[in-house]
């Protein structure tokens, strides 16, 4: 497919009583239509971050992009106005978070969330309004969706909240989505589930899907191309199936060690030698060589540069 999406050498940075937090520190990557691309790693390693960028959403007021460029359909985003960026989300691209509980609204009816995400409050009769908003539940396998209009968010199950949320986000079909991992500890299977749905929705459609998470099984199951982040900076980037049985950053070669097996996955998460470091004073060169079992002289002092491994494959890491 075209290439939809083109992030380049994105710095986003938090400015606090005399500190800076750089959260993204100078990422790059893309995505074609009908592709899903997983952004993967610790938390903290600012994948949130750079989702949030895409939607120019960082948080205000001590948030800021402060350089780079966000090509989305061929225009670079950064330029837009903020009335023309509430255009283009929604419409361009939409996130859902995969925790229902924070982003559905209590004290309204699924159909009014429904309605309002569809924007045609004004403009378009009761009954167009009511066809679109049942089409977009029955999208997302919604049983009987009439009946759900007048539903509020306490009447759901999760899984059932899952698919309004999957619904809002796609109801004015995005070309781009973007799915950040629960917050809150969710069903595996239920969250499986919420993935293979929209897998679907993408086979039928050619929507680009990015995927957030800290889980490297789920990137394995899922996506096509992965881009590793530590500490604000992507390290290693490319075919999925490629990182996965042959990683080449000393990094994604713990991350995917950490995988927990299906049967303990509640009971342990990650097991990473050493501590995720601090974002306001970030180790100096690369930034994992205070707990890579690699490290040489050279690596907490060079900031090591991206290189090609194989064709689409990238790595920053002085091994190679
Ligand atoms: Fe390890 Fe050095 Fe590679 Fe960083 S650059 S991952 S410290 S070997």
């Known amino acids: 497919g075209n290439v939809i999406l083109e ?122 309004m009511i066809t679109r908003a049942v089409d977009a539940l029955r999208n997302v396998n919604v049983a009987a969706p009439e009946r759900r209009l007048e ?31 629960p917050t809150t500890a969710l069903d595996v299977t239920i969250q499986l589930q919420y993935l293979r749905l929209l897998k679907d929705i993408q086979a039928e459609t050619g929507l680009a899907i990015i995927f957030i998470t800290h889980d490297f099984g789920v990137v394995a199951r899922m996506c096509d191309r992965v881009a590793v982040m530590y500490a604000g900076r992507v390290v290693e980037n490319g075919p999925v199936r490629e990182i996965f049985n042959e990683p080449s950053h000393p990094y994604t070669r713990a991350l995917i060690d950490s995988v927990p097996k299906l049967e303990e996955r509640t009971a342990r998460l990650y097991s990473i030698e050493g501590e995720v470091p601090s974002p306001i004073n970030p180790p100096s060169g690369c930034r994992f060589h205070p707990r890579c079992p690699f490290a040489m002289d050279q690596c907490s002092v060079d900031i090591p540069v991206d290189k090609e491994v194989a064709p689409g494959h990238r790595v920053s890491c002085h091994l190679y």
Do not use: W
């Not at 691209?93 to 209590?106: A, E, G, K, V, W």
């Not at 539903?151 to 973007?178: N, T, W, Y």
């Open 7 to 128: 992030v380049e050498d994105l710095h986003t940075y938090f400015f606090n009583r005399g500190s800076t937090v750089k959260a993204v520190d100078g990422v790059s990557f893309f995505l074609r239509e009908g592709e899903t691309l997983g952004i993967v790693g610790e938390s903290g390693c600012g994948k949130t971050m750079t989702a949030l960028s895409l939607l120019r959403l960082v948080p205000q007021p001590a948030g800021k992009i402060v350089s780079g460029e966000i090509r989305l359909n061929g225009e670079d985003i950064l330029q837009k106005s903020d009335d023309e960026m509430r255009q283009i989300r929604g419409r361009q691209i939409s996130m859902i978070l995969q925790d229902p509980q924070t982003s559905l609204n209590p004290v309204f009816t699924i159909g009014n969330q429904l309605m309002e995400a569809l924007g045609m409050a004004r403009r378009e009769g009761r009954k167009n």
């Open 151 to 181: 539903d509020f968010p306490h009447q759901m199950s999760g899984g059932m909240k899952q698919r309004v949320v999957g619904a809002i986000a796609l109801s004015c079909e995005p070309g781009v989505i973007i799915a950040d991992e």
